[in-house]
């Protein structure tokens, strides 16, 4: 005999409460669980609509992300939520036709898929891009617009930033920054790592007392982690407010990968004028004016062994985080996270160094997958035995 599934009574096939859903018939013990159960399957249709009105997550990619490498902690989410899903042998199986709905991959505990949970707290997004016609920065030179600003209104003493050594092309060298000159040079991405905390402590050393930092979300973590730990270097850190600039980052690669995978190619490192990571495409501008596309995964035994592990795509830490990913070419998009990073930015805005528009719902998805595909890493076990 059927199982009211409200409330768990036995109840006779011939019971006058009956529901269909998922071409199965369902039996109830009275009016009221017939209506609670309609109730719960009409909240269950809806939200299968609207996720899969937004993205198609099948069950297969429950299984890769969370299930093969022992993430699951049989919960049992994704069957509730799921007429096709059951748990056997301690794990979920998929036991119908999958529908591509998302529904069990949004429920499960363990995958990250909130806005807050992939590119951290924010204030307010933005697409922008640089107003000063003399700069040519890359994408929208927001990082350099922004810096011109602060120095220009004497809001900072200097900036940690890094440039381009002029002994060895493309290897980087961070510098305090103390002059729009100076500045306008560390314009550009450098795809390696650079020592940029060594540079603010020379700048705090020297006595300044506001700062700001350019870094990606490792060098952001690391001054975070100074500001803050009792272990760390409070003593200095009271002595100077550091505006932290946190730059997006998917990969770096070693100096001498990156020239060695160009040196292959044909390309000279002093020929090179920009470097630019899109799309999966690794692109290259020579001076004379000529580019060059090459694949990724052309770079892959040079990837610093470090961002196997990171899962911050945005600077979640930083005070304002700038990247490419999401706003069109030729502009940044610009999340401000602090209150500070917020009024200044638009300070900036207001005294025409910086145009800017509210970043579209399009545009954030955009970033939103990227930075899902890096946090997904943190669970891929199985993969990193590997590497």
């Known amino acids: 005999m059927p199982v009211d599934p409200i409330c768990k009574k ?24 017939k209506n609670k159960f309609d109730t719960l399957e009409k909240s269950v249709i809806r939200l299968k609509r609207n996720l899969s009105e937004k993205e198609k997550i099948s069950f297969g990619k429950l299984r890769k992300d969370i299930i093969k490498p022992g993430i699951c902690t049989l919960c049992g989410a994704c069957a509730a939520s799921c007429e096709y899903i059951t748990i056997e042998d301690e794990e979920p199986k998929l036991v119908g036709p999958c529908k591509a709905c998302g529904v069990c991959y949004y429920q499960c505990p363990r995958t990250i898929t909130t806005e807050e949970g992939l590119i951290g707290n924010l204030r307010y997004a933005y697409a922008a891009r640089s107003a000063l016609p003399e700069l040519k920065g890359q994408d929208g030179g ?42 306008l040079e560390s314009g550009g991405s450098i795809y390696s790592h650079s020592m940029t905390l060594e540079a603010l402590m020379s700048a705090i050393k020297q006595g300044m007392h506001s700062i700001a930092f350019v870094g ?36 770096t690669f070693s100096q001498e990968g990156i020239k060695t995978v160009l040196g292959s190619k044909g390309l000279k490192m002093e020929d090179i004028e920009a470097m630019k990571i899109r799309k999966g495409k690794f692109e290259v501008g020579l001076k004379s004016g000529e580019e060059y596309s090459f694949e990724l ?90 590497v």
Request: hydrophobic share 35%.
């Open 297 to 386: 995964s052309d770079f892959d035994e040079y990837r610093s062994s470090s961002c196997k592990f990171c899962t911050d795509l945005t600077s979640e830490n930083s005070d304002i985080s700038f990247g490419g990913v999401g706003s069109p070419q030729g502009w940044t998009t610009v999340l401000t996270r602090s209150a500070s990073g917020y009024e200044l930015f638009n300070e900036a805005v207001d005294s025409g160094y910086i145009e800017a528009r509210p970043l579209e719902d399009r545009e954030m998805e955009r970033v939103l997958n990227l930075a899902k595909m890096k946090k997904v890493q943190m669970y891929a076990l199985h993969m990193r035995k590997k």
């Open 216 to 251: 990606t979300s490792c060098n952001i973590d690391a001054v975070t982690k100074m500001q803050k730990s009792s272990h760390g270097l409070l003593h200095l850190f009271m002595r100077a407010k550091v505006l932290k600039l946190g730059l997006f980052c998917m990969d």
């Open 10 to 33: 036995i109840v006779p096939d011939s019971t006058e409460y009956v529901s269909d859903y998922g071409g199965k018939s369902y039996y109830f013990c009275s009016p009221e669980c």
């Open 142 to 183: 927001v990082v350099t617009s922004l810096l011109l600003y602060l120095l220009d209104e004497g809001l900072i003493d200097g900036a940690v930033v890094t440039r381009k050594s002029r002994e060895e092309p493309w290897k980087p060298v961070p510098i305090v920054a103390k002059t729009a000159e100076e500045i």
